[in-house]
């Protein structure tokens, strides 16, 4: 059974940053395909940052530049650093794996149907 964890949100003010942690419950191991997604209020889950076991990432055009997605495979945990966060970045993130595909799903549109194991969600609000 593949748990992942969640940690890291919280309330920001506009230009601050939040690193996001995932903590995974099974080795990094073989191929897979790791993504951090968002959810806001009364909107679809959109693919935020991908990362496949071969290092390759993806951004989605509205992040590009100001976060950073990453991995620790000693450790199992992902990561996403988000620097000079905006009000619209607010919502749920939620961080999820499954078999190597390619990365580009992640921000490809109805991304999430493509993963199968899935975080709780951490919430980020970001104000002005």
């Known amino acids: 059974q593949v748990q992942l964890v969640e940690s890291g949100g919280g309330s920001v003010q506009a230009g601050e940053s939040l690193t996001l942690s995932c903590e995974v419950s099974?080795?990094?191991?073989?191929?897979?395909?790791m993504g951090w997604f968002r959810q806001a209020p009364g909107k679809e889950r959109e693919g935020v940052a991908g990362?496949?076991?071969?290092?390759?990432?993806v951004y989605a055009d509205s992040v590009k530049g100001r976060f950073t997605i990453s991995k620790d495979e000693t450790k199992n945990i992902l990561y996403l650093k988000m620097n000079s966060l905006k009000p619209e970045d607010s919502a749920m993130y939620y961080c999820?794996?499954?078999?190597?595909?390619?990365?580009?799903?992640?921000?490809?549109?109805?991304?999430?149907?493509?993963?199968?194991?899935w975080g709780q969600g951490t919430q980020v609000t970001v104000s002005s």
């Open positions: 999820a794996i499954d078999g190597f595909r390619p990365v580009s799903m992640v921000v490809a549109l109805n991304g999430a149907n493509a993963f199968g194991y």
């Open positions: 099974v080795h990094f191991d073989n191929g897979y395909c």
């Open positions: 990362i496949d076991s071969n290092g390759m990432t």
